[in-house]
């Protein structure tokens, strides 16, 4: 079985600060982990991904994440917040030989922008 | 290049009602993917087909959900009847996956709500 766990639901930072978002995961298979964003009323489009090559990874609009096996974590970070951040983001791990539920989404940090 | 497709946008029904929504994937995409997202929650995987197959319905409550994917495009997600907690968004999404599917990429549609009174 696998789950992801998003360690908090609603982040909060001042504008040109850094953004980190929490990830953790367990899978009893090599995974493949993912964050996806979901601005207000528009679709889940995907920041980034990790699939068994370099740990760390760059996404769209200066996101990136580092697979760190020995902690089971994919945290997601960002340099310097900008408004257009604020958003729902979601962590998650994807085994397709699991024999439960093979995409697993955590439940959802809500990244907030102070002005 | 046209995105994932959904329709209706927006659906509202009594409970014990039946309703049915249809997804059109991108062009070419062979896998396919239904989730659940209740408010405040993160999407629940209800189904993914390959092609026309099924991979993964774990998630699926299969005593009032089902899906088909007919030739291996267009799909349908129907419940009958619904229940007061059915009241969610269904996103449905696809994928260039054609084998196992590790590392792929989802694009998502705008998605259905449900309202279920």
């Known amino acids: 079985a696998q789950s992801v766990t998003q360690l908090d639901s609603h982040v909060s930072v001042s504008e040109g600060t850094p953004v980190l978002l929490r990830c953790n995961y367990s899978?009893?298979?090599?995974?493949?982990l993912f964050w996806y964003v979901q601005h207000p009323n528009k679709g889940l489009q995907l920041l980034l991904k990790y699939t068994s090559a370099a740990t760390l990874v760059k996404g769209i609009n200066g996101f990136e994440a580092e697979f760190k096996k020995s902690e089971t974590s994919f945290h997601l970070t960002k340099p310097s917040a900008h408004m257009s951040d604020a958003a729902e983001y979601f962590c998650?791990?994807?085994?397709?030989?699991?024999?439960?539920?093979?995409?697993?989404f955590g439940s959802g940090t809500r990244l907030s922008i102070r002005p | 290049e046209a995105g994932v497709a959904q329709s209706p946008r927006y659906k509202i029904i009594e409970k014990r009602q039946s309703v049915a929504f249809w997804c059109n994937p991108i062009s070419g995409h062979a896998t396919l993917y239904w989730y659940q997202q209740i408010l405040g929650q993160g999407p629940k995987l209800l189904i993914q087909f390959q092609n026309n197959g099924v991979v993964d319905d774990s998630q699926l409550p299969k005593d009032r959900f089902s899906a088909e994917r007919l030739k291996g495009v267009d799909s349908t997600l129907k419940i009958q009847p619904a229940k007061l907690e059915d009241s969610a968004v269904y996103l449905c999404?696809?994928?260039?996956?054609?084998?196992?599917?590790?590392?792929?990429?989802?694009?998502f549609g705008p998605g259905t709500r449900l309202t279920v009174l």
């Open positions: 998650v791990v994807s085994a397709p030989y699991s024999s439960a539920s093979k995409i697993i």
């Open positions: 899978s009893s298979y090599s995974p493949s």
């Open positions: 999404a696809s994928s260039l996956a054609r084998a196992s599917g590790v590392g792929d990429t989802q694009y």
